[in-house]
Each structure stands twice: as C-alpha cells, then as structure tokens.
C-alpha cells in the first residue's frame, strides 16, 4: 500500500493508495477520519474496497488541528465544548481548509465533483456531511460511520447540493448515540437529500464487514467509473 504524502490541499496531506489498475484515477475517493486519530487510521478501509474499484484512488488526509483532548492524533474541530453552535462554528473553520483540499486533488487529477466520494466515521461523518451539502456541486456519493448532523437547523438555509447519502451506526455505539442516525435521516429528508440507512445490531463505535459491504455497494451505485473496465 503507498501510503506516501501527497502534495494535494493546502494545509492537509495524509496517506494515500494508488489506483489498483495502475493507471490514472477515474474516481477519488476521500476517507476522512475521527477525532483523536489520524488519516492513517481510515486509510486501513481502502485495500478492503480498492480490488473491487481499481479505478479509484483514496486519499486519507489527517484533519487540520492537533486533538485538544488527547496527546497524538489530529481532529477536524474542538469537542471539548459540545454545544451545537460552538461545534458548527469549528465546522465553519474547517470548511475552506477542506474545500480548498478537495478542489485542488480533483483539479490536479482533471476529475469533477460527480468524480469524488466523501467517507466518513464519527467526527469525520459530521464533517463529511457539513462539506458535502454545503459544496456549489454535488459530489458523488457521501457515506458516513457512526457520526451525526450537524447545522441541521440551518442547513434548508445553507445547502447547496444534495449527494445521496448513506448513513451506518451500531445499535450499542456508546459514543455517538445510535439515535443520531435517525435524526440525521429526518432533517436530510426534510431538505431534499436521498439518503439510506444501516442500523448493526450488537456494534458499537466501529465499522463492521456488513458496513463496509453497504458502502462498497453505495460505491459502486455511485461510482460506476471506478470499477474494472
């Protein structure tokens, strides 16, 4: 797995893996991971998907800020105080260095919006969704593990694409409640968004085999490009 650093975005850079044909990527595929981990944490799922969508690359870029609540790893925003507004407000931040990420690996690769995947879990779900609805063109696909919405109150304000989403959570998740999933299904109902769910009976905060079966099907719905030619 080449897991080298990639020139792409202006403040983040992770691991990356090459696409499995060898040749230029048709689809992007862009794993954004929890808090207190790093990209190295989320690029463990591309060797699971990347023999069934040779095409794609994946890129696994660490979040922008140290974590404030532990010594190692990366976050995308401060949890330390929870209250909706203050977390939106750290999502805000973000979204520019983001954004500006993902616009210079697709520019850099000649791919488009309908050429990129956003995976998320936890902290990186919630960023996931933040971004992609917010984004002038929608991408192709957002799937998100074990995280939430947030800016629900604001977002038939502030959306601006509607990618079909998928949402998995574990029914034991004891750090991002597994009603999330639901409330999160409602308010991106509510603004127009497709979007379909995978409760996991018995999982806690993780990714199982039947979550990460879903998203390669969510993938390949998606993505078709990014299968064998």
Sequence with gaps: MD???PSS??????????????RAPKALIV????VG???Q???GLAPHWARHLPEAEFLSPDGPEPCDMAPYGRQWFSLQDR??????????????????????????????????????FSQG????????????RPCAAVIGYSGALLGAPTLARDIRSRPPVLLVHGEDDPVVPFGAMAVASQALQAAGVDVETLARPGLGHGI????LAAGLAMLHRHLPQAGAA
């Design 9 to 22: 975005g202006r403040l983040l850079s992770g691991p990356r893996l090459a696409p499995a044909s060898g």
């Design 37 to 39: 981990a790093d990209g």
């Design 41 to 43: 944490d989320l690029i």
């Design 83 to 120: 209250t909706p507004s203050v977390m939106e407000a750290g999502l805000q931040a973000t979204l520019p260095v983001l954004n500006g990420f993902l616009d210079q690996a697709l520019a850099e690769r000649g791919l488009t919006d309908s050429d990129l995947a956003l995976v998320g």
């Design 125 to 136: 779900t919630m960023t996931s969704l933040y971004t992609a609805l917010r984004r002038p």
């Design 208 to 211: 199982d085999p039947e979550g």
């Design 3 to 5: 897991t080298t650093r």
């Design 31 to 34: 794993l954004l991971h929890g």
